[in-house]
């Protein structure tokens, strides 16, 4: 009985979590949208200067190198960024 009591705590634990990470990549889709003043899909320096941390790394986000940040290439960088903040 007790064991039960506990998987249960857990699933409990584990749902809550998903559902934590689901809202925080609805956000991030957000967050590009916000950051993309004009609209056109794409990131330019001058929005990317919004929000600090891409501003910092925006060359590097910049995986082609257009002077642009597209969607994929932020969602690299919310990767990244994630990655480096779970080390
Ligand atoms: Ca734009
Ligand atoms: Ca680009």
Same mark, same amino acid.
């Given at each position: 009985m007790k064991k039960t009591i506990g998987t249960i705590a857990l699933y409990a634990v584990t749902t809550s979590f998903l559902m934590a990470s689901d809202a925080n990549s609805v956000k991030s889709v957000d967050n590009f949208k916000a950051l993309d *003043?004009?609209?056109? *899909?794409m990131l330019s320096v001058e929005e990317a200067a919004n929000d600090v941390t891409l501003f910092n790394i925006f060359a590097k986000a910049d995986s082609d190198g257009n002077q642009q940040v597209n969607r994929s290439e932020y969602n690299d960088f919310l990767k990244n960024k994630m990655e480096k903040e779970t080390e």
């Open positions: *003043l004009n609209q056109d *899909l």
